[in-house]
């Protein structure tokens, strides 16, 4: 049997390779990986649609590359995915430089300069390919690399990397602005990469944070956990060896939207809504690669939607969760979803807890409730509680004719609760927001009507008044309540 060596068509492998699938933001993703991993502290996104030569570049002051390394880094190819990596290494096949980068462009450049004052650039361009017809690559003279812009960055810095797309044809594909075509996409990856790096940009576990901005607009660092948030709650974490190597777990569960503000409800989820979002939150080495999946091991429904589970693998058991070469998509090996599955019933249940019993700021005792929630082999209906004081009260003045009609009443608020329309409500994130209007003085008026129907025993008029923050809806107005019970009580003096 002979051995024929059988090389790929460059241009034609280039061009297929052009449709792997990445997005603006994910390609953007791999070229910060690799600032990451050049020990860049400072990381910087620049594009210019309205340029003769629109551009995106990458800049960053890592610890750059000699002419040789980067020639490799050139490579398709250039690293063998199963050669064991630093334990920070956020590299995986050696592709994601060039693959990421020809995703959005036909010409990208690379500039490296090293603190011994080596500068070097190389270009891929995918022109001069197919006229070519083989791998050529450029190498750029030293005058042709001070044309580059932001070089006079590395030259400040004395160390780093430029990463430059020129030909932006995939962004330009279908839309009459460049300008306003990456502007929009540009927002997009905005929220992405603040998300995708939130570890990183903000200050953890005594690690350096790490500055990365889009036209020198510093990028937030976007918590989906709301980790910092006082009602989120933190469980406790959990830690497994597969092949010798930590998987850390650590559940959270979030607040229940009423306690958020509408820029905390964004942070969480925003348009895609809590329910979308909850389930495990995969990181490797730091760096978020999968999230808002159970990965079929659970399903997403409104009880475990404040769910949010961080996993943090490290990059030495990439082979066990076939990692995809855009690092947005894995899915854990047998012996990860056993471990996992602990978790996932405990958390379910807290979750569910939060949403169905929502906290309320009480000072002792029960609070009585307006309605009642029952639960029966159909599901749940909410009935009036009858033995609401103000309902028990009125209802005690009733002749027995108004009594059977006020029953009537009573039955038909109940048969009309508009369930189906506040569950859908609930689960598109929408807060319930108790009607305001008038509230001291429709607070004040039910106070009072209610104490003149209480009798005239002074001792149970004086038990109603310390018991009236209990009663819905006064215990959710406690600084109004406090205000209309001393003036009913100077009104007795």
Known sequence: MKEIENPPHASSLLESMRSIGYSLESALADLIDNSISAKAKQI????????????????????????ETLANAMRHGSTNPL????????????????????SQCRRMTVISLMKNGSLAAFCWDLDVILTKKAWVMLELEENEIFKMPHVADLQAWGTGTIVHWQQLDRLAAGESSLESAMGEQMDIARNHLAL???????????????????????LPSIDPFLSDHTATQHLDEDSFKVEGHKVVVKPFILPHASKLSQSEVDQAGGNLGLRSLQGFYIYRNRRLIIWGTWFRLARKDELSKLARIRVDIPNT???????????????????????????????????GRTIVFRGRNIEKGDVMPGWHEVLNRDGVRFDINRDHPIIKSFYRTLIKNQQHSFDSVLNAIESTFPSEALYSRMASDVRA????????????????????????DKEFRANFLASLHLIEPFNKNLE??????????????
């Open 196 to 218: 995708v790096f939130h570890r990183f940009i903000s200050s953890e576990h005594g690690r350096s944070r790490i500055s990365i901005s889009i036209n020198n607009l510093a």
């Open 83 to 102: 050669q064991i990596r630093d334990i920070d290494d956020l590299g995986r096949y050696g592709l994601g430089l060039k693959t990421s980068s020809l």
């Open 317 to 351: 058991l990439d082979h066990l969760w076939t990692l995809d070469v855009k690092k947005s998509a894995a899915f854990p090996p047998e012996i990860v979803r056993a471990n996992l599955r602990r978790t996932i019933e405990r958390i379910r249940h807290v979750s």
């Open 480 to 493: 109004i309540t406090r205000k209309i019970v001393k003036e009913i009580e100077s009104n007795e003096e």
């Open 433 to 456: 927001t108790p009607n305001e209007e008038n509230i001291e003085n429709r607070l004040r008026d039910m106070a009072k009507s209610l104490f003149s129907l209480s009798g005239m």
């Open 44 to 67: 910087k996104i620049e594009f210019r649609p309205y340029d003769d030569d629109p551009y995106i570049a990458v800049v960053d002051n890592g610890i750059g590359m000699s002419r």
